[in-house]
């Protein structure tokens, strides 16, 4: 756990904001960057990866920013709704070993 | 679609007790995790299986024992519950030898030991 560093803890914004949810890392040797998604009563689902061979992945209105040198990788959220309100998780990875090193979350609240 | 299933949503078991966690994917994904969910401290790695019968610590298997005896289900054991096992458990399943990685998680068990 101590080699992912997820912040904030919790983020609250209002309809249409553009949360950013931060991962720092220090293992250099991963290989596969993921977000997942929380709601409550489910487990996490994966939102979005990216590689580290790009700096940045949009999928719809989520967006991954890379920055290898900075060990660091985050989610932008583009005009939230109050659906996306959930638990967001950075899980890196290492191919070879199959496990992903979660970070501790990040509980997002959009407000109608 | 993926399906993970877990045995039950909530459990509640006394101190002491023998307690089995039950997971079963339909996908034939070569590996399987189990994980517990803290408030605070994200998802935490217990045990996870790459094959049948094999099996590997995560970073937490202290107090938890793992079963894989056919490919598509992989149990949980608390040999003798404690209260400090009070917690969420997640089952996840991915396949081996894609390069996705891709988790897919069930819905959990919240497990409470009084």
């Known amino acids: 756990q101590q080699q992912v560093k997820q912040s904030p803890q919790s983020l609250i914004v209002q309809k249409g904001g553009i949360p950013i949810i931060n991962c720092a890392y220090e293992?250099?040797?991963?290989?596969?960057f993921p977000w997942y998604q929380q709601f409550p009563g489910k487990g996490p689902a994966l939102l979005i990866a990216?590689?580290?061979?790009?700096s940045e992945k949009k999928e719809g209105r989520f967006t991954i920013s890379f920055n290898k040198s900075a060990k660091q990788f985050s989610l932008h959220i583009m005009d939230s709704q109050p659906g996306d309100s959930a638990t967001y998780f950075c899980a890196p990875q290492t191919g070879g070993t199959y496990k992903y090193i979660f970070g501790t979350g990040t509980r997002l609240k959009v407000l109608a | 679609d993926v399906k993970v299933t877990q045995s039950s949503r909530y459990l509640v078991k006394r101190t002491g007790e023998k307690v089995f966690l039950e997971c079963v994917q339909d996908?034939?994904?070569?590996?399987m995790f189990w994980y517990r969910q803290d408030p605070g401290l994200g998802l935490r790695l217990i045990y996870f299986?790459?094959?049948?019968?094999?099996?590997e610590k995560g970073d937490i298997p202290e107090g938890y024992s793992v079963s894989r005896e056919k490919k598509e289900r992989f149990s949980l054991i608390l040999e003798s519950a404690s209260t400090n096992q009070t917690s969420m458990y997640l089952c996840?399943?991915?396949?081996?030898?894609?390069?996705?990685?891709?988790?897919?998680f069930g819905p959990g068990t919240r497990l409470t030991v009084t």
């Open positions: 990216i590689r580290p061979d790009v």
């Open positions: 293992n250099t040797a991963f290989d596969y």
């Open positions: 996908m034939d994904h070569e590996n």
């Open positions: 299986s790459y094959d049948v019968k094999m099996k």
């Open positions: 996840a399943s991915s396949f081996g030898n894609k390069p996705s990685y891709e988790q897919y």
